[in-house]
């Protein structure tokens, strides 16, 4: 042991997994399996807990449909960042509303929608497709902060006279609600003939026919797997037009009438998740999230996490963190540095505070590849706390890296240790408490170290 180290040409151990946050990565967070259970509970082909009760949620005919409305309810509590409207516009009726607030520009509204009521059991395409591509999309973009203000807009009763988009666009248009663009999704999941068609179904009011180009044009900044049709003019036979007839901006998406592609099972039990083509289904939720994610705007918070073997890092600085094991979705005590040494593999996120603006990131799986703590004798820091010179002797004979990092996580040292034992100068670092983590072949550790 002790040998001396002449190694400069080590190679580096760590592995930097950087995951950061374009509008790409988060178009890519929109997940399949997440949609399928979605719609499953929510066409009644599996029973789901409400508010504690454990129910099916087959009907969602207007006068029976208050379950289907306390699950979505419930799935908008479980997020970030949102407001809930529990809006009642008849003895029936029940609007869903939940409100991102923009951080830059709270006053400019997008707003995606879909109408949640049904006239027959199940019901899948028509429209519990829409309705769960609207939690996804929620689901994802709560967890981060947006410039513009999103709503998230279920209605109901569109099967009865678009009743529950006409309240909330009158309303609008009384307040002077200044809406860019509502993207409205009415039956998005059948493709009979495996085309890829879809329909944006478009007129002449406020800007729609440039929100309609915009979303064209996302086809090819994706390079998805979707072949649009733009039809102008576009149907009236859904919540889009109630927010038209009020000279708004808005359009519909959904799947290829205009090729006779729709489903065949329209307004009928036969309209089941079994008839839904899953590919094509996913391909068109992931455009719709894409044209959200580029109107919400996402600011400069970074909560994307870069990983070595032993410590997970946010990108964001100068923020406050709350580190957060998801496996049991609780806080971690004391884990409130912008880095984070796991003491276990496991999955982990992050919560970051910047002013205002409060992002979660996505839960990390961390993985030690096999890495194995030192034991205590193994590692000799001296004097600690330490003014000047701390000594460190590893008694392992491999490569040595050394990392310390500030209290608030930010990497003040990295170096190798060219002998063993070795010394580091740490008079010009201001007091306080320091983490340093020691690397060395199969093993590593963090210690913590107060600077006098
Ligand atoms: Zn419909």
């Known amino acids: 042991m002790n040998k001396l180290r002449l190694s400069v040409l080590g190679i580096s151990l760590c592995t930097m997994v950087a995951l950061g946050q374009s509008e790409a990565d988060i178009v890519n967070q929109l997940n399949l399996d997440s949609l399928v259970l979605t719609v499953n509970e929510f066409s009644g082909e599996q029973s789901t807990e409400v508010f504690g009760n454990t129910v099916t949620i087959l009907n969602r005919e207007q006068a029976n449909n208050d379950t289907a409305a306390d699950y979505l309810k419930q799935k908008f509590e479980q997020w970030d960042n949102l407001t809930i409207t529990d809006q009642a516009f008849n003895a029936n009726g029940r609007n869903i509303i939940a409100t991102q607030l923009g951080t830059t520009n709270p006053d400019d509204i997008y707003i995606i929608c879909a109408h949640y009521d049904s006239v027959a059991d199940y019901c899948a395409d028509d429209n519990a497709s829409g309705v769960a ?159 959200m994610v580029s109107k919400g705007g996402l600011t400069g918070v970074d909560s994307g996490i870069t990983q070595t073997e032993s410590v997970l890092t946010v990108n964001e600085t100068g923020a406050t963190y709350q580190w957060y094991d998801c496996d049991n979705n609780t806080s971690i005590d004391g884990a409130v540095f912008q880095s984070f040494m796991p003491s276990e593999d496991g999955n982990y996120s992050v919560e970051v505070t910047n002013g205002d603006c409060i992002e979660f990131s996505e839960c990390i799986s961390f993985n030690t590849l096999g890495m194995d703590t030192f034991l205590e004798s193994e590692v000799q820091l001296h004097p600690n706390p330490v003014f000047d010179i701390l000594n460190i002797e590893v008694a392992v004979e491999e490569t040595t890296t050394l990392k310390l990092y500030d209290i608030g996580g930010k990497l003040v040292l990295d170096s190798e240790m060219k002998t063993n034992p070795s010394q580091i100068g740490l008079k010009h670092l201001s007091k306080g408490i320091y983490l340093l983590e020691i690397h060395s072949g199969k093993k590593s550790g963090m210690y913590k170290i107060v600077k006098k």
């Open 133 to 291: 591509t609207i939690l996804e999309i929620a689901r994802i973009l709560s967890s981060q902060c947006l410039e513009n203000t999103l709503v998230y807009a279920l209605w109901d009763e569109e099967e009865n006279g678009l009743q529950g988009s006409g309240y909330y666009a009158n309303l609008a248009s009384e307040n002077g609600d200044n809406i860019l663009g509502v993207l409205n999704i009415d039956m998005m999941g059948y493709d009979g003939n495996n085309d890829n068609h879809f329909d944006i179904d478009v007129r002449d009011f406020g800007n729609s026919l440039s929100m309609s180009d915009d979303i064209v044009a996302l086809l090819s900044t994706y390079d998805f797997d979707l072949n649009e049709n733009v039809v102008n003019p576009g149907t009236l036979a859904s919540d889009h037009s109630r927010f038209w007839d009020e000279g708004f901006t808005a359009v519909l998406i959904g799947e290829s009438w205009e090729t006779n592609d729709q489903t065949p099972y329209y307004h009928s039990s036969l309209d089941r998740i079994s008839t839904l083509n899953l590919p094509y289904y996913h391909e068109l939720a992931k455009l719709i999230m894409a044209y």
